[in-house]
């Protein structure tokens, strides 16, 4: 599947932002999906991950109750929403799908990456 990320920016801590995931090729709804996130100097950290369905998600401690996974399979698409956003949530942010059919939050586990979307929270 090829993944394209979109809905980065520049925001106000405190702000919201809503990245976009769109897919193509592999059936989308055949995929578990997820978001990783890459600050500078910083290794790539998995931030949520979806079921195939929708219906089973699954965050990080560090966005619960404030982030939101969900995905659209009529329209192949992955979202996340992002409120209460700080400036430790900036980053370059990846939707990746994953190559079995279980949520994980190992990064080898992704088999298809997009190619980023910056977000920046200003203090």
């Known amino acids: 599947v090829q993944l394209q990320a979109s809905g980065g920016g520049l925001v106000q801590a405190g702000g919201s932002l809503r990245l976009s995931c769109a897919a193509s090729?592999?059936?989308?709804?055949?995929?578990?999906m997820g978001w990783f996130r890459q600050a500078p100097g910083k290794e790539r950290d998995f931030v949520a991950a979806i079921t195939r369905s929708g219906g089973g998600t699954y965050y990080a401690v560090s966005v619960k109750g404030r982030f939101t996974i969900s995905r659209d399979n009529a329209k192949n698409t992955m979202y996340l929403q992002m409120n209460s956003l700080k400036p430790e949530d900036a980053a370059v942010y990846y939707c990746?799908?994953?190559?079995?059919?279980?949520?994980?939050?190992?990064?080898?586990?992704?088999?298809?990456w997009g190619q980023g979307t910056q977000v920046t929270v200003s203090s």
């Open positions: 990746a799908a994953g190559r079995t059919g279980y949520i994980t939050i190992n990064e080898y586990e992704y088999d298809s």
């Open positions: 090729g592999r059936s989308f709804s055949s995929v578990v």
